[in-house]
């Protein structure tokens, strides 16, 4: 028997819609649908902003403005603490810069190197306040205050604190306590431009842990998820597991 073509068309129309995906499925599910994203980048190289009226000048050289953090890295360094910047002041913070890998080392106290110097200064006790309490299991620690991500377990810490993003002031990372619900190999936005989201791992809503391509250092942040290197992304995907809890506190600072 000889379909009519308006028979066909109506049968193409209940195939597709068989077929296509529907909305609000889980992240697993609109990931698989996903091509792949590139193999991700592991390291991803932190660059440091500079004074705007030095753009046009090509480092090496040492800057003679102050910068945010000024005051923060001369009591890091051991510098005198005045919150003005000298000669001696760029040099110590360029060499900091030069030692750990951070772009653009023209010896500015910007919001990357203080971050650096703050993370290494936290990095092996995060919990020293215990504002993340000690439970006999697994407990991935996010504190929005330091932007930091660590686990620990009975007050160990089994993954040493790593430097995040945590969302802007419109799209705030929720606080309370959490599980991985979802992991994601890779995955993709659905509702912010497609940008890949390497190593994700929900635990509340659309929110998740996950790589990021571009500095966990600018502003004004991201929207909800928590924003890690790849690399710290793909440590913390191998710690952790679906089930995993998780407890966020404190409140990124403005």
């Not at 996010?142 to 993003?165: C, E, S």
């Not at 929900?202 to 571009?214: D, E, K, L, N, T």
């Not at 924003?227 to 679906?242: C, E, F, I, Q, V």
Request: a positive charge; one cysteine or more; glycine letters at 8%.
């Amino acid at each position: 028997m000889r379909l009519s073509p308006r028979r066909i068309a109506v049968t193409l129309i209940v195939l597709l819609a068989t077929l296509l995906p529907l909305t609000g499925q889980a992240p697993a599910a609109d990931a698989a649908a996903a091509p792949k994203p590139p193999k991700p980048r592991m390291k991803v190289p932190e660059q440091e902003q500079w004074p705007p009226y030095e753009k046009k000048k090509r480092p090496p050289f040492c800057t003679a403005q102050a910068g945010p953090h000024q005051r923060q890295l001369e009591r890091y360094l051991r510098l005198r603490v005045d919150g003005k910047q000298s000669p001696a002041d760029c040099k110590a913070i360029q060499r900091f810069q030069q030692r750990y890998g951070i772009r653009h080392a023209v010896g500015y106290a910007g919001r990357v190197t203080w971050g650096t110097a703050r993370l290494l200064d936290e990095r092996a006790h995060p919990n020293r306040g215990r504002r993340c309490p000690r439970t006999p299991y697994s407990l991935i620690c996010v504190d929005l205050t330091r932007q930091l991500v660590w686990v620990q377990k009975g007050g160990k810490v089994t993954f040493k604190a790593r430097p995040m993003r945590s969302g802007a002031p419109k799209y705030r990372t929720r606080t309370g306590w959490f599980r991985v619900y979802a992991r994601v190999r890779f995955h993709w936005s659905t509702l912010y431009d497609n940008a890949p989201m390497p190593w994700s791992q929900f635990f509340s809503g659309g929110q998740a842990f996950h790589g990021h391509y571009g500095s966990i250092y600018a502003p004004p942040g991201s929207h909800g998820c928590v924003n890690m290197r790849p690399g710290d992304a793909a440590a913390l995907w191998r710690k952790a597991g679906k089930g995993t809890r998780v407890y966020v506190f404190g409140r990124k600072p403005a």
